[in-house]
């Protein structure tokens, strides 16, 4: 038997040039269901172990996929793309606006009026196009770290780790979503929550638990917020002032 992808010879049940399992030519809805399945959430699949390290030891999962070991965890950027669909999909769900109750302010001259409908625009912009904002967050978190912990990696590693903490953040979005709507809580919640998570995993990436440590993941996280904020409105009034 030759390999159906690439034509070599078949002596293992995967293919030893390419790796492709041994199958037999035509697509039946049970293989493609169970494909998806066992790929994507099979109890000790990628999935899970990514998930499962994020919550609670998301400095081995850096340490572990910078290091090399890839197949056992769930690449970064597509793990933030399957976490910002789930977090779409559940918000869909529930009706959660997060704009809810802003820009009801009573604006005094005409100048205010056209300045807050701007703000408007740029953050209902935001909101809706929220999964490409978000990779502003993985960019900002990638040149924070970056610069705090300059020697430790490079910037394309960092932003291995940004889309990692941004894909977590979007999933804890569930939760904080779902608070909101039960209107627990407030806004600031999001941010809370994730300045935490990113300075826990900075200290747990440092490897080293000190004052000085946690510190310093804090001001990292502190600062990929307020680089986050900066980028992702002048981009979002860049594009709302381009469109007028
Ligand atoms: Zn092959």
């Not at 919550?55 to 965890?73: A, D, Q, T």
């Not at 597509?78 to 669909?85: E, N």
Request: aromatic letters at 16%.
């Amino acid at each position: 038997m030759a390999c159906l992808n690439c034509s070599e010879a078949l002596n293992d049940p995967y293919c030893q040039h390419c790796g492709q399992k041994s199958i037999s030519p035509g697509i039946t809805f049970q293989e493609t269901i169970s494909d998806f399945l066992s790929t994507n959430f099979s109890i000790d699949g990628p999935i899970w172990s990514t998930l499962r390290l994020l919550v609670l030891n998301p400095g081995r999962l850096f340490r572990e996929f910078i290091g090399g070991k890839r197949k056992s965890y769930y690449k970064p950027i597509q793990f933030f793309i399957v976490t910002t669909i789930v977090y779409l999909a559940y918000t869909e769900l529930i009706d959660y606006d997060p704009l809810k109750g802003e820009f009801q302010q009573t604006a005094r001259s005409e100048n205010q009026k056209a300045f807050l409908n701007l703000g408007e625009q740029a953050a209902r912009l935001m909101v809706k196009n929220i999964s490409n904002f978000l990779f502003l967050l993985a960019t900002s978190i990638a040149l924070s770290w970056k610069m705090f912990e300059w020697k430790k990696g490079t910037l394309a590693e960092y932003l291995s780790i940004g889309f990692y903490i941004s894909g977590i953040y979007v999933l804890f979005g569930v939760i904080t979503s779902t608070l909101l709507t039960l209107e627990v809580g407030n806004k600031s919640l999001n941010f809370i929550v994730l300045t935490l998570h990113s300075t826990y995993a900075f200290v747990s990436y440092a490897g080293e638990t000190s004052f000085w440590k946690i510190g310093k993941g804090l001001f990292a996280s502190l600062l990929a917020l307020i680089l986050y904020l900066i980028f992702s409105f002048s981009l979002a009034y860049l594009i709302v002032w381009i469109r007028q």
